[in-house]
């Protein structure tokens, strides 16, 4: 079965600094999609970046970048320039390609970003 | 609707009461998902409908737990005699299962108290 894990509990970040939150994966499968969500207090999992297996370039939307690395089944999150408004739970999720493609996620990241 | 909207926003029961937790999936959305969030704890997959297919009932807990999807659009989750363990943020996904896209859009969940 496919398993997601996050080893960082929690993380802290100073505004205007960047940070970087770990995930690692175990699968067998060679094509899937891998996501970030940040969850902030209002609950709802909100989309940050995704990325298919098949690319080997790294994906980037804004100030949040994904450090892809395959062999190693590693899939790290970096927020540039962090903001306030990034404090939230962050959640790595990954998808298999076909069946159900139903998410499975980690366990999340704290993040606390200070003034 | 332009979102899933999930009712009711948090709920509390008493032990064994039976409870129902609606999902309006996004109007056109083939595939829904069930998810729940235990305090702490990433998000645990429960069930999956697309269309009219059989839904995958595979992770949910026990025979307490089941759920419905009318008409391909509006789904209840159920939980009957509900157990304090039963506590948790239950999230529901809907995603447009027919073309070749991964964008899960989440409802902000209901919070249900078991005492």
């Known amino acids: 079965a496919q398993t997601v894990t996050q080893s960082q509990p929690e993380m802290s970040v100073q505004e205007a600094e960047t940070v970087t939150l770990s995930c690692t994966y175990d699968?067998?499968?060679?094509?899937?999609?891998l996501f970030w969500y940040k969850q902030p207090p209002s609950r709802q999992m909100i989309l940050v970046i995704r990325?298919?297996?098949?690319?080997?370039q790294n994906a980037t939307e804004n100030r949040f970048s994904v450090n892809f690395q395959k062999a190693a089944k590693s899939f790290s999150l970096k927020i540039s320039d962090s903001q306030l408004g990034d404090a939230a739970m962050y959640f790595c999720?990954?998808?298999?390609?076909?069946?159900?493609?139903?998410?499975?996620f980690g366990k999340g990241t704290k993040l606390t970003v200070n003034p | 609707g332009a979102g899933v909207s999930q009712s009711p926003s948090n709920k509390v029961t008493e032990k064994g009461k039976d409870v129902e937790l609606r999902c309006d999936p996004i109007?056109?959305?083939?595939?829904l998902y069930w998810y729940r969030q235990s305090l702490g704890q990433g998000l645990e997959f429960l069930i999956y409908?697309?269309?009219?297919?059989?839904?995958?009932k595979s992770g949910l807990p026990s025979d307490r737990f089941s759920a419905e999807r009318t008409g391909g659009s509006v789904s209840t989750l159920t939980i009957q005699r509900t157990q304090q363990e039963d506590s948790a943020v239950y999230l529901c996904?809907?995603?447009?299962?027919?073309?070749?896209?991964?964008?899960?859009?989440f409802g902000s969940g209901t919070r249900l108290t078991v005492v």
């Open positions: 996904a809907s995603r447009d299962g027919g073309a070749v896209t991964y964008g899960y859009t």
């Open positions: 699968t067998s499968e060679s094509d899937y999609y």
């Open positions: 990325q298919e297996a098949y690319k080997q």
């Open positions: 999720a990954y998808r298999p390609q076909g069946g159900s493609e139903k998410l499975v």
């Open positions: 109007s056109g959305h083939t595939a």
């Open positions: 409908f697309q269309g009219n297919s059989a839904p995958d």
